[in-house]
């Protein structure tokens, strides 16, 4: 302890000494004379007073240290995945249980600060020791080893002692967390390291989302650990339907083997398939024989509405480019020269299409009427094409399609010239040129020239230009393909005709051709796949669920103008595999975000249906599914991996231990160089001339002197 002044004590030696002079003579005669004791008394009272005073004004300072004495946290993290408990199956009467193990790590660890965590895909503190339930699916080895870190970095952390069997699904390779983490780790391997006798699929691929009708392609890889060459079926089922199977022989033990499968889609939606291999007796385990598949199935038909303005050679050469696409089904409308269609009038009700194609259209003889029905059709969202034609009426294009091109004409002109076409830089990022040599733009000068109109085109905002013209070799800025979105419209336009002469090249120039012929189903798709408009949007978080996983849903609502609505009432019916029913609300989160957390549900296909209303109005509607798939990631490996461990241990400066070694845990803690109790010093300060209690003391010692002074008379 120590007391200093803000002064110098002399000073305040020498003021004391005054201050005492002064109280002296205050008091040495008095009127009325009293009693000398009394005297005394009073210049007592004063003296203390005007001391403390003083020495208050000298800020005194008074500092104290200590020392605290901080013991080592020890870490326990505990593998609570499903992979230890099939652990604990196979090295059952033959090695320790998890139970057991970790009855030893609470002995061993008893008297010592320890935190107590379990991992699988994500970590969670825990109480003891006991509180595991080896039912994660996913195991999490590094970000839990950095999670620890994280949470411990404001204590004095020691050790950690992992329990585990060292395979992990999820995350990085916890060796290079194992090399930067603060402390020494000692892991505690748990389960057989030897190879375990099973059959099981490693892997299955292919694809999330098809189309209806189209011949999907499944690769399945399987191993066998353990079994001699004996033939093994592979079968892809849905439902009770076998959809696709393969017999063939085991590959040697210890080796693998990849089986092609296929199965053909139908109708559009969720679909779950079952992918399963042969089952053998003694095999470690059954979990890892099947795997599951959820696809979602879209529907690829596409209704397309072609108008022309007259029959040309490009009319005919785009309707076999649309109908050599199974998907879609072409309705064709050609107007004769009195203003009618060959085929009749146009269809009643124009938003059942899919695409309007318009070549050469509005014509000259086009109506008025037709034409609108038409422009109006494409501004309640249907995508449009435009391909031009000599017989285009440029007027009536742009008082009725204008707004809702790519491109509209400003100087108009009625004759035409040859040029090539030519493909722009920023056309070969463009999802409509994912073709064939993509980035060479010269291979478009070997094609035949097209017709292009001497007009002036303006390129609309929001557009792309993905080719110009070149015309007796100078490069124009003029544009000849252009594609765009306005809202949820897209557009496209080909500024020229002529391009049926692509059709009918020599052989030579087949590979040119067919370039153009996958350019335009590209562009034919790329307008097909509309922009998403819905008011309300409800998904799953993720595409695909394990059993036992949180399933979350969320959802955006947004106005007419697609501004987020904050404060609706966004309600949903989930549906089980069975047909019951169960609703939920959805809570907001903020700019028109909601969600829900449904918790963990059962293997299965699950749909949902949900309405957002504000002010008991509707605002909209969606609907969804999502699947729970059975776990099998905790099982695709049964060999425990005690040489990760032992990696870890090594690469973070600590002990490898088995399952047997749990009672060296004690003596391999006290070993460890840093595992020691650290002393702190501490130093506090008071600043005494800011404490209360001296002002109270001395407010208190004068209304005593001031008390004895009017008790003697002296007042």
């Not at 053909?264 to 291999?277: C, D, L, N």
């Not at 199935?297 to 480019?321: E, F, T, Y």
Request: glycine share 6%.
């Amino acid at each position: 302890m120590n007391l200093s002044f803000g002064h110098s004590p002399w000073i305040l030696t020498f003021c004391v000494l005054v201050a005492a002079g002064a109280a002296w003579w205050t008091y040495r005669s008095t009127i009325p004379d009293i009693e000398p004791a009394k005297r005394i008394l009073l210049g007592v009272l004063r003296f203390v007073s005007l001391a403390i005073i003083l020495i208050l004004l000298f800020e005194p300072l008074l500092q104290r240290s200590s020392t605290v004495q901080t013991e080592p946290v020890v870490a326990v993290l505990i593998d609570n995945s499903e992979s230890m408990a099939l652990a604990d199956s196979l090295t059952e009467g033959v090695s320790r249980s998890t139970a057991e193990i970790l009855a030893d790590i609470e002995v061993q660890t008893r008297g010592l600060e320890t935190r107590v965590f379990t991992f699988g895909e994500q970590l969670t503190s825990a109480d003891s020791l006991t509180a595991v339930s080896l039912d994660q699916s996913r195991t999490d080895i590094s970000g839990s080893l950095s999670e620890v870190a994280d949470l411990l970095s404001d204590e004095h952390f020691g050790a950690l002692i992992l329990a585990s069997d060292g395979l992990y699904n999820s995350g990085t390779n916890p060796i290079h967390v194992a090399e930067r983490f603060p402390v020494p780790v000692i892991t505690v391997a748990h389960g057989d390291s030897s190879v375990q006798r099973d059959v099981r699929i490693v892997d299955v691929v292919s694809n999330e989302i098809v189309y209806a009708g189209s011949v999907v392609p499944v690769q399945v890889r399987i191993r066998n650990d353990g079994f001699d060459s004996q033939q093994v079926s592979v079968t892809l089922t849905s439902g009770s339907q076998i959809e696709d199977r393969e017999v063939l022989s085991l590959p040697a033990s210890g080796s693998e083997l990849t089986v092609d499968l296929e199965y053909e889609t139908s109708e559009p939606g969720r679909k779950e398939y079952v992918v399963s291999v042969s089952q053998y007796e003694g095999e470690a385990t059954f979990r890892n024989n099947t795997n599951r598949l959820n696809v979602q199935v879209l529907d690829q038909k596409k209704s397309i509405l072609l108008v022309a303005g007259a029959p040309s050679p490009d009319v005919s050469a785009l309707m076999r480019m649309l109908r050599s696409d199974d998907t879609a089904e072409v309705s064709r409308f050609i107007q004769n020269n009195n203003g009618e269609f060959y085929e009749g009038d146009l269809p009643a009700d124009l938003s059942e299409f899919d695409l309007i194609v318009s070549v050469g259209y509005p014509g000259p003889s086009s109506s008025p009427e037709e034409s609108r029905r038409l422009s109006e059709a494409v501004s309640g969202g249907i995508p449009f094409l435009f391909v031009m034609d000599k017989r285009t009426n440029l007027t009536n294009l742009d008082r009725e399609f204008g707004p809702l091109l790519p491109a509209r004409p400003q100087v108009m002109s009625a004759s035409f010239i040859n040029g090539t076409f030519l493909q722009t830089p920023s056309a070969s990022s463009h999802a409509v040129f994912d073709i064939d040599d993509r980035r060479d733009a010269s291979l478009w000068r070997r094609l035949p020239p097209v017709s292009l109109n001497e007009n002036r085109w303006v390129v609309n905002a929001g557009a792309t230009v993905l080719a110009t013209s070149e015309i007796r070799g100078i490069g124009l800025d003029d544009p000849i393909f252009v594609v765009g979105r306005q809202g949820p419209i897209r557009s496209a336009a080909l500024l020229a005709h002529g391009f049926w002469k692509w059709n009918i090249l020599p052989e030579d120039l087949e590979t040119e051709a067919a370039r153009f012929n996958q350019l335009f189903a590209n562009l034919v798709q790329w307008l097909f796949a509309a922009e998403d408009d819905r008011l309300v949007r409800v998904y799953p978080s993720q595409r695909q669920y394990a059993e036992g996983e949180s399933v979350v849903l969320r959802g955006e609502v947004y106005d007419e103008s697609l501004r987020p609505v904050a404060d609706a009432s966004l309600s949903l019916l989930l549906t089980s595999p069975e047909g019951q029913v169960f609703p939920y609300e959805m809570q907001a989160r903020g700019n028109g975000r909601y969600s829900t957390d449904i918790g963990s549900l059962p293997a299965g296909t699950f749909s949902y249906s949900a309405t957002a209303t504000r002010d008991d109005a509707e605002i909209g509607l969606d609907n969804g599914s999502f699947s729970i798939g059975r776990r099998t990631l905790e099982f695709r490996r049964t060999q425990a991996d005690f040489a990760l461990l032992s990696q870890i241990a090594a690469r973070s400066g600590g002990n490898a231990l088995r399952s047997s070694e749990t009672n060296q845990i004690r003596n391999r803690l006290d070993n460890l160089p840093n595992f020691v109790p650290v002393s702190e010093a501490s130093i506090s300060q008071s600043r005494l001339w800011q404490l209360y209690p001296f002002l109270l003391i001395v407010l208190v010692l004068l209304s005593i002197e001031w008390f004895f002074r009017k008790r003697f008379g002296m007042v």
